[in-house]
Every structure is written in structure tokens, then in C-alpha cells.
């Protein structure tokens, strides 16, 4: 759990979407570390980097947004494998429901390595609504990424769709 706020980090304002999320994902069983970094490309990169090392899910809240500090999506997109897009549309999607505004949110959900990583916007009813969205993918997303893989796709392998050798 990574929060990404100039002024928490600074402890100058609370960490309120932060805690919210945390207890979240506590309450679905979900062992939560957090770590606070000021809203900088590289300061974020290397905190996603490092949870994705040593965590199946990455969640940072904050920095989504059009300002010239909202960093955050730079700074998942250096570090991911690849994109997961339909979680990120689900994410804001959800959002809509509530206000027009969650249409400028510019978070990214995608994989580093053996972790989904799953940006959420900074304000703690966007966030929320943002996780929530998520949750139901969680738990599928999480066991396909920690293996074991049973098919080989760059030959087909394990596809019952294709004849063998194709």
C-alpha cells in the first residue's frame, strides 16, 4: 500500500484514503504494508518496484490526476510488464456512478513482474470506489499471476482450441 502525497509524505496532512484502503484490504485478509513518498517519478518507481519484489499487489492511492505533481501514472507505466486495462476502465467506471470527475482519473492497472499493480486516485470515496471495482478480479487476478503456468503460449501449448503442433 503506497501512498503518493507531497503532503502526507511530509506529514503535514493525514493520510485518510490511505488508512481507508488499508483496512480494506485487511478485512480481506490481505497482510498490508504502507510506505508514504512524495509525488516524484523516481521516488515512486523504485517504492513500486520494491512491493512488487516482495508483494502479489501493489495498490498506491494518489497522483492520478491532470495537475503537473500527478505523477503517478508515469511513474507505474516505467515500471510495469504490462498493461491490464479492463481494470483500470472498471475502476473508473465505477467512479462515474458518482461523479463526472472520475473520468480524469488517469491511474493504470498492469503487472511488474509477479504483481498486479493497481493505481487509485488520492480522494478516500475515489479510492474506495476504485478498490471496490476491483475486488471482484482480485482473487482470480492474483492466483494467475503466482503460477504455476499450465500452458505454453508461445506454441500453443495447452490450448484445447488448437490441433496439436499448431
Do not use: C, W
Not at 503518493?4 to 485518510?16: I, P
Not at 509525488?39 to 518496484?49: E, L, Q, S, Y
Not at 501493489?58 to 505523477?71: A, S
Amino acid at each position: 500500500m503506497l501512498t503518493v502525497s507531497d503532503g502526507v509524505a511530509a506529514g503535514t496532512r493525514a493520510d485518510a484514503s490511505g488508512d481507508a484502503i488499508a483496512a480494506r484490504l485487511a478485512g480481506l485478509g490481505f497482510e498490508v504494508e504502507r510506505r508514504l513518498v512524495p509525488d516524484a517519478v523516481p521516488a515512486i518507481g523504485a517504492a513500486i518496484r520494491e512491493g512488487a519484489a516482495a508483494h502479489p499487489l501493489v495498490v498506491t492511492t494518489g497522483g492520478t490526476g491532470l495537475t503537473p505533481r500527478d505523477v503517478t501514472p508515469q511513474a507505474t507505466a516505467a515500471v510495469l510488464d504490462y498493461e491490464v486495462p479492463g481494470v483500470a476502465e472498471a475502476m473508473r467506471a465505477e467512479g462515474r456512478k458518482s461523479t463526472p470527475m472520475a473520468a480524469l482519473s488517469r491511474g493504470l492497472a498492469g503487472v511488474a513482474g509477479r504483481a498486479l499493480v493497481l493505481n487509485l486516485p488520492g480522494s478516500p470515496r475515489g479510492s474506495m470506489e476504485s478498490l471496490e471495482a476491483a475486488i471482484p478480479v482480485l482473487d482470480h487476478a492474483l492466483e494467475t499471476l503466482s503460477g504455476p503456468f499450465d500452458h505454453d503460449t508461445a506454441r500453443g501449448a495447452g490450448r484445447r482450441d488448437l490441433p496439436p503442433g499448431a
